[in-house]
């Protein structure tokens, strides 16, 4: 049985999008501890963190503060941000890249459409390619996604 093209093209952006968003915003611990070490930098803490850490009080201007377990944090536009360090192996282009949603959203499209392209077969790959990342994009752009 063979699938229809507009469908798999479908699915594929699905996919991306679903794969782009784990990569770069999600807070599974394992993913999240990837990306804090590859790329580093301010976050918003974690539902988890919360719970585990409340701050008692944080001021409201650009002042970071210190938390004994957390480290610096501070209030970016009324959300609670702690600053980590990304590891001193990862290359500041990898950092860049990490967290950059537009970047991970394109190259894990084309390894989505290779990966396809050789186990089903897609026609036109380098268009397929464009597709899938530019539909997911336009998902993700999204203010509910």
């Not at 036109?124 to 530019?134: K, R």
Request: one cysteine or more.
């Amino acid at each position: 049985m063979t699938v229809p093209v507009w469908l798999l093209i479908a699915c594929m952006i699905l996919a991306n999008y679903r794969a782009s968003r784990l990569a770069v915003k999600d807070t599974f611990p394992p993913v999240l501890w990837l990306r804090d070490r590859l790329a580093g930098g301010w976050r918003p803490l974690t539902d988890k963190e919360l719970e585990r850490h409340p701050i008692a009080h944080l001021p409201d201007d650009d002042l970071a503060a210190r938390h004994p377990k957390l480290g610096s944090v501070m209030r970016i536009d009324g959300q609670v941000n702690r600053y980590v360090r990304r590891a001193s192996w990862s290359p500041y282009w990898l950092a860049d890249l990490v967290s950059c949603p537009w970047c991970v959203s394109g190259w894990l499209a084309a390894a989505l459409t290779a990966a396809v392209d050789v186990t089903v077969g897609v026609p036109a790959p380098f268009l397929v390619w464009g597709a899938v990342w530019a539909g997911s994009a336009l998902l993700a752009s999204r203010e509910w996604a």
